[in-house]
């Protein structure tokens, strides 16, 4: 039985109400997770897989532990707003996923809650954490690392295309910093005898008017830098870069699994599962300075080969042997 994101949102919230008075008052409260998000795009993919780790934790939502959600709908300035409303219901713990400004705005908002983050980038870089094994302070978490791979990619970029010289990279410029991300891939391709042209994009307006100047331009190919906005338009980027028959290096599985030519970067939602068992450890009394921040221990590689076909690309055999996994 499948139920809609909102029925179920409903169902899990007005649960606890439709109890009789007298048994709710026999029954200890139950602490509130607040969850704040950014976008909801991706969460089906994300809620499961924070489901899962607070299982892990040995909590299942709506049994013995409440939920609160607050989503900013891609809109960054109302985060803010919404994690003081968060830390005003007087959470146990505030989750936080989707970019750094959404992890700074519950930081903003209180010092005593816990929260318990996933996020992409440096934290200590972007002023998150003070140390990854010692974060101090209430915030801890783990680290998504969709970006400070650009050299890889575009290395990966150079299997695929031996002969390329001309390449793009494609970045959400409403991200806190891509300035590392942009040195190294123009280092690399430099390495190589190529260039790279850095292009900006925060509206689907925008997403389009890159793809019909990279067709323009003969580009050869072009690299997507992390980041939530392509996330939640990974199907729109998808479809130009098949249009035009462009071969692109995207950040996430998550372009592979609707069709993307290859994907290189940390798994999401493991990064993700793992935040929900922190989430779980504090509920039970751990406190995040002492909870060292979780970086990927593996990125991988996705290839999907109907991809390469149908744009007319042959996937070297030794590019084929190194891929985590292969869509046929």
Same mark, same amino acid.
């Given at each position: 039985?499948?139920?809609? =994101?909102?029925?179920?949102?409903?169902?899990?919230?007005?649960?606890?109400?439709?109890? $009789?008075?007298?048994?709710?008052?026999?029954?200890?409260?139950?602490?509130?997770?607040?969850?704040?998000?950014?976008?909801?795009?991706?969460?089906?993919?994300?809620?499961?897989?924070?489901?899962?780790?607070?299982?892990?934790? /040995?909590?299942?939502? /709506?049994?013995?532990?409440?939920?609160?959600?607050?989503?900013?709908?891609?809109?960054?300035?109302?985060?803010?707003?919404?994690?003081?409303?968060?830390?005003?219901? =007087?959470?146990?713990?505030?989750?936080?996923?989707?970019?750094?400004?959404?992890?700074?705005?519950?930081?903003?908002?209180?010092?005593?809650?816990?929260?318990?983050?996933?996020?992409?980038?440096?934290? *200590?870089?972007?002023?998150?954490? #003070?140390?990854?094994?010692?974060?101090?302070?209430?915030?801890?978490?783990?680290?998504?690392?969709?970006?400070?791979?650009?050299?890889? =990619?575009?290395?990966?970029?150079?299997?695929?295309?031996?002969?390329?010289?001309?390449?793009?990279?494609?970045?959400?410029?409403?991200?806190? #910093?891509?300035?590392?991300?942009?040195?190294?891939?123009?280092?690399?391709?430099?390495?190589? /005898?190529?260039?790279?042209?850095?292009?900006?994009?925060?509206?689907?307006?925008?997403?389009?008017?890159?793809?019909?100047?990279?067709?323009?331009?003969?580009?050869?190919?072009?690299?997507?830098?992390?980041?939530?906005?392509?996330?939640?338009?990974?199907?729109?980027? *998808?479809?130009?870069?098949?249009?035009?028959?462009?071969?692109?290096?995207?950040?996430?599985?998550?372009?592979?699994?609707?069709?993307?030519?290859?994907?290189? /970067?940390?798994?999401?939602?493991? %990064?993700? =599962?793992?935040?929900?068992?922190?989430?779980?450890?504090?509920? %039970?009394?751990?406190?995040?300075?002492?909870?060292?921040?979780?970086?990927?221990?593996?990125?991988?590689?996705?290839?999907?080969? %109907?991809?390469?076909?149908?744009?007319?690309?042959?996937?070297? $055999?030794?590019?084929?042997?190194?891929?985590?996994?292969?869509?046929?």
């Amino acid at each position: 039985m499948t139920i809609r =994101r909102r029925d179920f949102i409903t169902l899990l919230g007005g649960a606890s109400a439709a109890l $009789p008075m007298a048994a709710r008052a026999q029954q200890p409260a139950m602490p509130v997770v607040g969850y704040l998000a950014s976008s909801t795009e991706t969460f089906d993919d994300n809620w499961s897989a924070f489901l899962k780790g607070l299982g892990q934790a /040995g909590y299942n939502a /709506g049994k013995n532990v409440a939920i609160e959600y607050r989503w900013a709908g891609n809109h960054v300035d109302r985060l803010p707003e919404l994690a003081a409303d968060l830390v005003h219901r =007087r959470v146990a713990v505030i989750y936080v996923t989707g970019g750094t400004l959404a992890v700074l705005a519950a930081k903003s908002a209180t010092t005593t809650i816990p929260i318990i983050f996933t996020a992409g980038g440096d934290p *200590v870089q972007r002023g998150i954490v #003070s140390s990854l094994n010692r974060p101090g302070g209430n915030l801890t978490g783990t680290v998504i690392l969709n970006s400070q791979v650009a050299a890889k =990619r575009l290395g990966l970029l150079h299997e695929l295309l031996p002969r390329a010289t001309s390449f793009a990279m494609l970045v959400d410029s409403s991200a806190i #910093s891509y300035d590392q991300d942009i040195m190294e891939a123009r280092a690399a391709a430099s390495a190589i /005898g190529g260039k790279i042209e850095v292009f900006t994009a925060t509206t689907n307006r925008e997403v389009d008017s890159v793809f019909a100047t990279l067709v323009a331009k003969h580009t050869d190919a072009l690299m997507l830098n992390g980041g939530i906005f392509f996330t939640d338009r990974r199907v729109q980027i *998808v479809t130009l870069a098949a249009r035009h028959a462009l071969p692109v290096i995207y950040f996430s599985r998550r372009f592979a699994e609707v069709g993307g030519l290859m994907s290189y /970067g940390s798994n999401a939602q493991d %990064q993700i =599962r793992q935040a929900g068992v922190y989430v779980g450890r504090v509920i %039970q009394g751990a406190k995040p300075a002492d909870l060292p921040v979780i970086l990927p221990t593996k990125l991988e590689l996705i290839i999907d080969l %109907q991809t390469a076909r149908t744009i007319g690309l042959d996937v070297p $055999p030794n590019l084929i042997a190194i891929a985590d996994e292969v869509i046929e």
